[in-house]
């Protein structure tokens, strides 16, 4: 079914065969799948009176199986209460990264990327603009990179190439084109700005020439983009697909529910069929208080759909539901199923294929993503100067080591601290575990933004404590 569905889609023959398979991912995500379907999944019959077979119609129940997955995968990657600590060795830098990450909503940014993201990559955008850091996630389906061949982690250059209406074109200000044709948009960014070009005639195109107005040299010395890979697999380029393994299970669920929906709307108003000899000419009225007269040899029966039929159906779907889940390592968690008791590790045994997931992808966005903005931001502040929060930032080292700190996948419950608490008390006072290794590994789950601060405010406590006593 699933390759039925998509031979509906439009494919581009001058685009690369990954920005199909990209578009027809990202088209399952947001549940668009379907929208190429010619006809309702109520429609029987089209107008010449023939039947129309189930895999030409668009079901009228859409679970959203896959997107719920991806949803479920990255709240426990970069939501408010996930979302990881910086550590530095520079106070300065370390500051300037937690400022960033806050005026910039970073985690948001992070968010949507990892999102789009799941179809099999995405990049993000850096861009400096009167001093100020921003970012922005672009979907990689007309998008190519180019690596370096002394550096294979590091991009040469970026280039965005895709076909845009004239009329699109007309409204943003281009001059000289048709209304009614297509052209071609592309623009590069590499290590020395972000270069625009004359939009192509699709029909007859002419040399590329450089935007002057448009194009923009930054001269950073790096390209500003990061490119992620979803998760491991895939080719060079994309990650392997978060939902992959889902998506036909998903499709079928879809269309079994739609049609026990449709089943349960023909036993709500069932069909009629009376056998010949029939002895009446007037109209007939299904109902009760309407009654059906036929001969001795004649016979009149609803035809309906019985009520087994359709909780077969529902099991069927809950078996389909379960394996798409396990094969995608999805939340198959059932609390009613779970005798002890719902602390943060008994949360954890219940989701342990979705954080097992959320585990690989914290590698793909954490190191491979969000580490790598922040050290382009540091790289910036080598070649401009910066404002943050309404600060000018001092000037930081570019190289420093940065280290993400994760915040345990749920929170502890109360008897859970107070057994940590116990455990950190008596390995710091066996000496087998420095003050410092202790306040940081409290640090997520107390709120603690500073260990540093937090450090000199525990030592004026005990002082102010003996002189108290004293």
């Given amino acids: 079914m699933f390759e039925t569905i998509c031979q509906t889609i439009p494919a581009d023959p001058h685009l690369a065969p990954r920005a199909r398979r990209l578009e ?7 549940g668009t799948i379907y929208d190429a379907l010619p006809y309702a999944f109520g429609d029987e019959r089209n107008g010449a009176g023939e039947y129309i077979p189930l895999r030409a119609r668009r079901p009228s129940v ?3 199986l896959c997107r719920i997955v991806v949803e479920d995968s990255v709240s426990l990657l970069f939501s408010a209460g996930h979302f990881p600590s910086v550590e530095c060795a520079d106070p300065v830098a370390e500051a300037l990264i937690g400022d960033v990450m806050r005026e910039s909503r970073l985690n948001e940014v992070m968010i949507d990327a990892a999102l789009r993201g799941a179809v099999g990559s995405v990049a993000v955008l850096l861009r400096v603009l009167k001093g100020r850091l921003f970012f922005s996630v672009l979907e990689t389906t007309y998008l190519t990179p ?21 009329s699109e074109l007309l409204a943003q200000g281009y001059q000289d084109v048709d209304a009614g044709q297509y052209y071609w948009f592309q623009r590069v960014w590499d290590g020395l700005g972000e270069v625009w070009y004359v939009p192509q005639s699709v029909v007859d195109p002419l040399p590329l020439e450089i935007d002057d107005e448009r194009s923009v040299r930054h001269g950073l010395g790096f390209v500003p983009v990061v490119w992620i890979r979803n998760l491991p697999g895939g080719d060079g380029i994309d990650g392997a697909c978060t939902f992959r393994a889902a998506i036909e299970s998903g499709i079928e669920i879809d269309y079994q529910l739609s049609q026990a929906g449709r089943g349960l709307k023909y036993a709500s108003d069932p069909t009629l069929l009376i056998k010949e000899p029939a002895t009446t000419d007037r109209e007939l009225v299904k109902g009760a208080g309407n009654a ?7 016979d009149a029966k609803l035809l309906e759909i019985g009520g087994t039929a359709s909780a077969a159906v529902i099991e069927y779907v809950r078996t389909l539901r379960e394996m798409a889940l396990e094969s995608v390592h999805g939340n198959r968690a059932n609390a009613d199923r779970l005798s002890a008791a719902q602390s943060g590790r008994a949360l954890e045994l219940m989701n342990q294929g979705l954080i097992w997931l959320a585990d690989n992808l914290r590698i793909s966005y954490g190191e491979g993503g969000l580490l790598a903005l922040l050290r382009m931001v540091l790289r910036a502040r080598a070649r401009f100067p910066l404002i943050v929060m309404g600060q000018a930032v001092p000037p930081v080292e570019a190289e420093v080591r940065l ?28 000496g087998q575990l420095s003050r410092e290794t202790a306040v940081k590994s409290l640090a997520a789950t107390h709120a603690i933004a500073d260990v540093a601060a937090e450090l000199d ?13 004293a």
Avoid: F
């Fill in 62 to 64: 859409r679970y959203g």
């Fill in 292 to 298: 059906l007269i036929v001969s001795e040899k004649g």
């Fill in 403 to 430: 280290n993400l700190r994760w915040p345990r996948w749920y929170p502890a419950s109360a008897d859970d601290r107070l057994k940590e608490a116990q455990a950190i008390a008596t390995l710091v006072n066996a």
């Fill in 457 to 469: 405010r525990i030592e004026h406590d005990g002082d102010q404590m003996q002189q108290d006593g």
């Fill in 24 to 30: 027809v991912y990202r088209r399952v995500l947001e």
């Fill in 146 to 166: 180019v690596w370096r061949e002394d550096a294979p982690d590091t991009l040469a250059s970026v280039s965005e190439r895709y076909k845009v209406k004239g």
